[in-house]
């Protein structure tokens, strides 16, 4: 039994996520996607907001969950008697940050090891900051973000929180 999670903070889920999400969904048995509640002091979303619109995207996937967690990542982990930590790496830039996050989890819990996907290339540019960027200017984000989400953007943008 194999059981992983994927932490972040998915303020929005992006399609580069879901990619993620879907493939690493393929190789683990169970997959828990922990929602970070408080590491950006100011989300565009809120954690609810954050959740329900995974749980949206990830509901035809039946060894796929989402769960909040409040402060380090291994500790979330071994909570869920997880073995495994799964990251995305999309262009270079992300490659020393996420060693260094790997590096220092490892130290935390030897037992814990971090699995790495390369994201597929479409997504390789694409992050939640560039979706909120384009969105605030009401550009089309459809092809960025699930429909359900890029819905709750244009909420946001009407409401002027974007
Ligand atoms: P964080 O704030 O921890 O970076 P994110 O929600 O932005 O949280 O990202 C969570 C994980 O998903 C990270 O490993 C990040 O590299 C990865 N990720 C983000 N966007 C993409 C993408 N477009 N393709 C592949 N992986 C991605």
């Given at each position: 039994?194999?059981?992983?999670?994927?932490?972040g903070?998915f303020?929005p889920v992006?399609?580069?996520h879901l990619?993620?999400i879907?493939?690493?969904?393929?190789?683990?048995?169970?997959?828990?996607i922990?929602v970070?509640?408080?590491?950006?002091?100011?989300?565009?979303?809120?954690?609810?907001e954050r959740v329900e619109m995974l749980r949206e995207c990830v509901a035809?996937?039946?060894?796929v969950s989402v769960e909040?967690?409040?402060?380090?990542?291994?500790?979330?982990?071994?909570?869920?008697?997880?073995?495994?930590?799964?990251?995305?790496?999309?262009?270079?830039?992300?490659?020393?940050?996420?060693?260094?996050?790997?590096?220092?989890?490892?130290?935390?819990?030897?037992?814990?090891?971090?699995?790495?996907?390369?994201?597929?290339?479409?997504?390789?540019?694409?992050?939640?900051?560039?979706?909120?960027?384009?969105?605030?200017?009401?550009?089309?984000?459809?092809?960025?973000?699930?429909?359900?989400v890029?819905?709750?953007?244009?909420?946001?943008?009407?409401?002027?929180?974007?």
């Open positions: 039994m194999v059981r992983a999670v994927y932490p903070s303020d992006t399609l580069g990619d993620i879907r493939r690493a969904a393929r190789v683990v048995d169970e997959l828990i922990g970070l509640i408080n590491r950006d002091k100011n989300p565009m979303f809120t954690t609810q035809d996937l039946p060894n909040t967690f409040d402060g380090l990542t291994v500790d979330f982990t071994r909570s869920h008697d997880a073995k495994i930590i799964i990251r995305g790496l999309r262009a270079i830039t992300d490659f020393e940050s996420e060693m260094q996050i790997a590096q220092t989890n490892r130290i935390a819990d030897p037992n814990i090891d971090t699995m790495f996907f390369t994201t597929s290339l479409q997504y390789a540019y694409l992050s939640s900051t560039i979706v909120k960027e384009m969105a605030h200017y009401g550009s089309d984000v459809s092809k960025f973000v699930p429909q359900n890029a819905e709750r953007l244009e909420q946001k943008r009407l409401e002027k929180k974007v």
